[in-house]
Nanobody, 113 residues
Framework: VQLQASGGGQVQAGGSLRLSCSPS????????MGWYRQTPGKQRALVAG???????NYSGLVKGRFTISRDNDKNTMYLQMNNLKVEDTGVYYC????????WGQGTLVTVSS
């Protein structure tokens, strides 16, 4: 599975961005997918995940501000990020898991104060 992520950019604190990720296969049958991020000086960490049935899970750092979703018709997964904070700055990676991990190339999000 190849993943194409997009939507990163630079935004001021309090602003919003939406990340998109499209796998090469059908998104509707992927058991688990989501987003990790790597912030400066820290290891890559889970931001949000979504199962095939639509169950979601969020890091406590983003819960209430970020929303993961998918559009099966467009074969695309999204991460809507609202009320962004400076500490959200990092490289965001989409992933799928169906026995092993597949990663997108990463998209940079920069939040300035």
């Amino acid at each position: 599975v190849q993943l194409q992520a997009s939507g990163g950019g630079q935004v001021q604190a309090g602003g919003s961005l939406r990340l998109s990720c499209s796998p090469s296969g059908s998104i509707s049958v992927i058991p688990l997918m989501g987003w990790y991020r790597q912030t400066p000086g820290k290891q890559r960490a889970l931001v949000a995940g979504m199962t095939e049935s639509g169950a979601t899970n969020y890091s406590g750092l983003v819960k209430g501000r970020f929303t993961i979703s998918r559009d099966n018709d467009k074969n695309t997964m999204y991460l809507q990020m609202n009320n962004l904070k400076v500490e959200d700055t990092g490289v965001y990676y989409c992933f799928t898991y169906a026995g092993d991990f597949n990663w997108g190339q990463g998209t940079l999000v920069t939040v300035s104060s």
